[in-house]
């Protein structure tokens, strides 16, 4: 027996009046003046969904690899305004393209991947 991806039913979109759409378990309240972190975040998620989802990177990582790519973007944009004039030429662009022939016939792409 299969089971189906999604199911479709009529549902009755209309509340009660008076009723809430979030229980007062489910909600989480913040005060103005309080500050949580994503570990606070996610344990609160963990609890609510009864799951067990871990943070896999520090902030000083994601921050680290953050400015890193930022450098080699700004390297890059350096590099093509230092190299502007020389990029106009049609023999650089015959020369890059003959180069990308050879090297994708000669089969070292098709040796790399695999």
Do not use: H
């Not at 975040?41 to 890193?68: A, C, G, H, R």
């Not at 049609?90 to 040796?111: E, H």
């Amino acid at each position: 027996m299969t089971v189906p991806y999604f199911v479709v039913s009529p549902m009755d979109l209309a509340r009660e009046q008076n009723e809430e759409l979030f229980k007062s378990e489910q909600k989480w309240l913040i005060g103005a003046n309080e500050v949580y972190d994503a570990n606070k975040q996610i344990e609160f998620v963990n609890n609510s969904l009864k799951t067990d989802v871990k943070i896999k990177f520090t902030f000083i990582s994601i921050l680290m690899k953050n400015l890193i790519g930022f450098a080699v973007i700004g390297c890059l944009f350096q590099l093509v305004k230092q190299i502007y004039s020389v990029l106009l030429m049609q023999i650089v662009w015959f020369g890059i393209s003959i180069f990308v022939f050879i090297v994708c016939t000669g089969g070292l792409v098709y040796s790399m991947l695999n």
